[in-house]
């Protein structure tokens, strides 16, 4: 029984759910009575049923994510519940439904996914006046369909779009079927409680066994357990518990296995993969998904890491050429729920995932076949030819692949004209080889091209190849312009979609039925795949094999990978396919370099490639090094192609082994000398052992071309050197891993073309094997050589926890309300009706105003001193006599309010000691502003008695509340203008206007904008404030699809953003609140129920996200309070007031701290007074500016956390033991120990019997 014990590979693989912003969401899903998923993908795209009535199929492509909008193009084709989709194996844009409507259709996806409705279909199949169930794809011959209604089953030919097979023989509603994966059977399970074997092309009766199944006439499924001879059921007992049964067909009467469940209601939808046996459960309406391993003994199911999450409405598994492999996915489950799709991925967890793990990865079927529907219905039986998953192994690497054949109608005229050819040209053919005898693999995977324009639809117009060519070259010769041979077709779709493998099997057929042959050839111009095949696979060959390519590494999340570099053609003799010759460096192969440094990191801009992230050589001495460069494939290098890297990677012909010294002759141009290089290895190795990123990679590069390229220490103190995690001073996050010197600016033609005589011109080498000149290589290196170690001096510092990103020490604030006690509740009457630019709620340190609805424009006003529930009846308020537009408390005056209302009028209030007790509609002052609305109104930061206002008159004024003057106008709007801020320092404001632009402005100097630039595109509202003492702008507002956004901008750049982060979709304004002390900036909507926090720093990526706040409750209005009335003791270093429906509730925000009896004077700096004037409102007119003072948050009597940690633990003597004296070594790392205890929890040497009283000497004596 010691097979019991053996470990899989995939025991432990794991699911991995990503976060919401990676899933397709809010999307329209209902609950339908279906026997189908509601979800199918192929390698492209997904699709699902859409809205309540599942009438409609809204498909997107497979790697979409975001919210959707309910405008976004669907299929529009059947009248009702479509109650089962799939794609085809073999073309990923080819979709059935099949629908309540007794209705199957054929639908074709573009290339680009849809970009509107659809509603007319390629084909449409009927099954005459019943309810079809269930539909699908042979999983053998290409064009087969079929489909179940009722107790029928029928086959369709897709290319004939007649049905060619029909069997009424089931005696109720087939509720599932599925084709054994050779598709010479198929199973069926219905309603009458049995299962059923099924094969279309027997004699006589179809139905060849029978079994009973489950117990319930409820819904049921079955799915085949790849090639094997067995089936696996899924439905319910007699007691509806739900049950899992494995048979044998080869003893199908009695179960192999059976297994009950739980008592749900939902049917589990069996998802089944024959290459890893990994079977996942997902029941309909659960929110778990089961993974089981199938073994083909006991105990058969082996229950593994099971995923719980959002409620199930379908599942589907995404195929295997869709994975991301290099990420060891083994498995991709798309969750269907009701308003997302939730990829799921199964990992197995390695330690590394930098190669590509075979092991997990067996043969998988293809994507094409040669047999048709009519040949499998006439007895033809063949297997799809399986295909490899390792990156080395397909033309682009790891990426998806995906197979576009066009529509149905272009598929089947070519299909035709294939076959008329096919038979024309079999009658002239030699049986010389057995390969030539069979049809070609690939004749019904030709792609197309338009006669009329030439335009290839699918397919890789560039492949070609050496041997097949010399095959048809002399035999096939095109007869029109607009028309392509047959060969010409296939041999393009073989280069795209033909494994190494094989490639290398017809390309050694081929050479051997070739090789006496004397017809002239031609050189290859095709993909790189292909040329890297039919160059190195040669049986002549004096090496009799070949290397094959290195693994791709784990590419980062953003798919960053080295641009492409596909070897261009040339002209050579007859002998070119034959000459023996190493394998050329391709796309492909220039992935699989192996990576000597750190993993990569993700990054948000799409210009960051692998190479300029990492610049990782090539280990020296390896065979990678040297590649071989074509007689004549070696042009001009544009002047756009070269780029401002240091790195120099050297072609160097290598045909035989007596001509790689000597440069002449082969059309190669004459690379540097192994005295020039070693030259310039020596100049450059002093400096290499400090050098940082940029550096080190040149001198590795360099280094490779030297004599001691072989060593193996050499070897690996490059390797430790590049696998330091080494980034600049400014770099926080993961995209400025970039080097230091791609930064620079790039080379003029007369500084690429001039340089060192040693330089190879770039016409002499590839055009994308060059990253810069070696020109630029030897400035960089000499004479600038001093310059360089000053600038990477100060990056050899930061080590790996800059990699991550900056820490901050607001990253895990925390956002508490308030006790209820301190709640002023039983608010009512709030008004809905404030204009989007009033924040709608104001408070100050003792009480806060709160606009009501109604007519009057009526604000109430409540002191925070009597919290509580307000009693009934009329709240006393501020009766404005007009609607009210904006209001805000005085910084410096806590008792004065000034309200702005529609008739351009500002109202002075001033509020009693103890608040209101009635209403009252005389206010204190009033100041005639502006003869139009009033947009808001703002008081001055530092001087008193200075207000702002901006009306409709698209003006802002200036004035002098004690004079009741008017002293600045600031114009240059063209909108209305949403929002204006005041510098800090107070001498500069911002503006932002629904024109699109920011503008920055010097009151008492100009009444223009000094500095204008873009700020938010959408139309719908925007917010503005200042950071990091004036040097930068946030903006928040909207994009053109109305996704709330935050933006920083440099205050003296305004054309561009230096960074912008997306929240979501909501039409509510964020309003900013930016706290100086910490940089960290609050914003949140009316309406919100999240404030969400971000740390604005002056380096990349400049808003950096914390922890975000999630409140019980929607809040109406947010109000933060001066920095002098935090509770610091508590660590509390914002305060804030919410407004809710029904409460205004306090809510504090502090920072977790173990040592809170310390004054934190890490978090709490000297803070600028902003509650008390800094001068009057005559001096800031006149320009007399002066700073605020600053003063000190910390409490009397209360240590500073820096002077705690700077005391240093005293030095105790070493005491002589019975186990002699201690060492001095370990004397100091028990000071260590004392000091770092010390530092993080409270250090007591007093004893608990210390405190306690004793007896009196009289007592004892007694």
Known sequence: ??????????????????????CVREICVGSYQTYGNNIAASAAFMAFNWEHSGSSVAVLPLDDCGRKSKTMPLLHGHTDTVTDLKFSPFHDGLLATASQDCLVKIWHIPEKGLEQSLS????????????????????????????????????????????????NEHPEVIQSASWREDGTVLATSCKDKCVRIF??????????????????IKDSRVVWLGNQSRILTTGFDAARLRQVIIRDIRNFNTPEKTLELDCSTGILMPLFDPDTNMLFLAGKGDTTINYLEITDKDPYLIEGLRHTGEQTKGACLVPKRALKVMEAEVNRVLQLTSNMVIPI???????????????????????????????????????????????????????????????????VKNLENLKAKGKTQNQHQKPATTSMAKRNDNEHFVMLRKCNNGEERNGNGNASDCNEKRLHQAKVQPKEECSLNQSELIRKFEAKYKTDSEKDQQAQQLHHHLDDKDSPTEH????????????????????????????????????SLPESTTPQSGSGGDSECNTPRPRPRTTAAAAYKPRLGPKPFSSNTGDVSFDKVFAVPVAPGSHENISTVGQDNCGDAPAGGSKP?????????????????????????????????????????????????????????????????????????????????????????????????SKVEPLKPSQQLGGNSNVIPASGIENKRISVPEGKLLEEHRGKKSAMEAAFSAASIKRTSTVFGKVSKFRHLKGTPGHKSTHIENLRNLSRQIPGECNGFHANHERVAVPLAGPGGKIAIFELSRPGRLPDGVIPSLVNGSNVMDFQWDPFDAQRLAVACDDGIVKLWRIDEGGLTEPTNEPQGELTAHLDKIYFIRFHPLAADVLLTASYDMTIKLWDLRTMTEKC??????????????????????SVCKDGKIRVYNPRKSETPIREGNGPVGTRGARITWALEGHYIVCTGFDKVSERQISVYNAQKLSAPLNTASLDVSPSILIPFYDEDSSTLFVTGKGDSTIYCYEITDEEPYICPLSHHRCSSLHQGLSFLTKNHCDVASVEFSKAYRLTNTTIEPLSFTVPRIKSELFQDDLFPPTRVTWSATLSAEDWFACNDKSAAKVSL???????????????????????TQFGNKSEYETNKQQEIQKSVSARMEYNTKLEQDDMEGVDENEWQE
């Open 199 to 216: 094969d279309p092309r027997a004699a006589g009766s179809p139905i060849q066994m029978v079994a009973e199944s489950h117990q319930s």
């Open 120 to 167: 007319d279909p390629e084909a449409v199949f009927s099954h005459k006046q019943r309810r079809v169930e269930t539909v699908g794809f042979h999983p053998t011959a290409d064009g087969l369909m079929y489909s179940t209604a009722a107790g029928c089953v029928a086959l369709f030919d897709i290319a004939a779009q007649k049905e060619i097979f029909s069997n």
């Open 645 to 741: 890297d240091l790195i120099v990677e050297i072609e160097i012909q290598k045909s035989e082994p007596n001509v790689a010294g000597n440069g002449n002759g082969n059309g190669v141009q004459k690379s540097l000398t192994t005295s020039e290089r070693r030259k310039i290895f020596e100049q450059n190795s002093e400096s290499s052992e400090n050098s940082t990123e940029g550096e080190d990679r040149t001198d590795a590069d360099l280094r490779r071309f030297s004599a001691v390229r072989s060593s193996i220490a050499e070897r690996r103190r490059v390797y430790e050197s590049r696998s330091k995690s080494q980034v600049d001073e400014k770099a926080q996050s993961p995209v400025p891993l970039r080097r230091e010197s």
């Open 345 to 411: 991925m199964y990992q197995v967890p390695r330690k590394t995932y930098r190669d590509f793990h075979a092991d997990l990865y067996p043969e998988t079927t293809g994507y094409k076949t040669e047999l048709i529907a009519s040949e499998w219905l006439n007895g033809t039986n063949q297997a799809v030819p399986k295909m490899n998953l390792d990156p080395a192994k397909r033309e682009h690497g790891d990426e998806p692949i995906i197979i576009h054949r066009g529509n149905l109608s272009d598929f």
């Open 1194 to 1216: 910390k409490p009397e009597g209360m240590d500073t956390l820096s002077s705690i940690q700077q005391v240093p633990a005293p030095v105790k003597k070493p005491e002589h």
């Open 524 to 559: 290859s111009t095709g993909s790189s795949e292909e040329a890297s095949s039919s160059a190195a696979l040669d049986t002549n060959s004096p090496s009799g094999s070949h290397s094959p390519p290195k693994p791709m590494p784990r590419t980062s999340r953003n798919n």
């Open 969 to 990: 106008i600031l114009t240059g709007h063209t909108d209305q203008i949403f929002d204006f801020a005041w510098s800090p320092c107070g001498k500069l404001g911002a």
């Open 1 to 22: 029984m010691a097979w019991r014990f053996k470990a899989s590979k995939y025991k432990n693989a794991a699911p991995i759910v990503p976060k919401a912003e990676a």
